[in-house]
């Protein structure tokens, strides 16, 4: 199983920055799929995930911000994040499963002030 994130970058507060992530190795539309955060020194947290059918789930600091999407046809799975905040910076990982069976390796976002 692979998922390969890309699309992390540095950017200004108020920024975007759109993330994708690629599955290999599974059924894709079977699969929950969820971005995950773990900045320096804190644990890694569910930022959204997304059931098969598209029906979504946010943290709460994601609510109005973030959006996960995904296309079950191209076995992608997508966060659109607006309006970032210096504490949105971490490493974004996006995992396959309810509770992330499967990991990628990460893609570092950092938000400046």
């Known amino acids: 199983v692979q998922l390969q994130a890309s699309g992390g970058g540095w950017v200004q507060a108020g920024g975007s920055l759109r993330l994708s992530c690629v599955a290999s190795?599974?059924?894709?539309?079977?699969?929950?799929m969820g971005w995950y955060r773990q900045a320096p020194g804190e644990q890694r947290e569910l930022v959204a995930r997304?059931?098969?059918?598209?029906?979504?789930t946010y943290a709460d600091f994601a609510k109005g911000r973030f959006t996960i999407s995904r296309d079950n046809a191209k076995n992608t799975v997508y966060l659109q994040m607006n309006s970032l905040k210096p504490e949105d910076t971490a490493v974004y990982y996006c995992?396959?499963?309810?509770?992330?069976?499967?990991w990628g390796q990460g893609t570092l976002v950092t938000v400046s002030s």
């Open positions: 997304i059931r098969s059918d598209g029906v979504t």
């Open positions: 190795g599974i059924i894709f539309r079977n699969y929950f």
């Open positions: 995992g396959a499963g309810f509770n992330g069976n499967y």
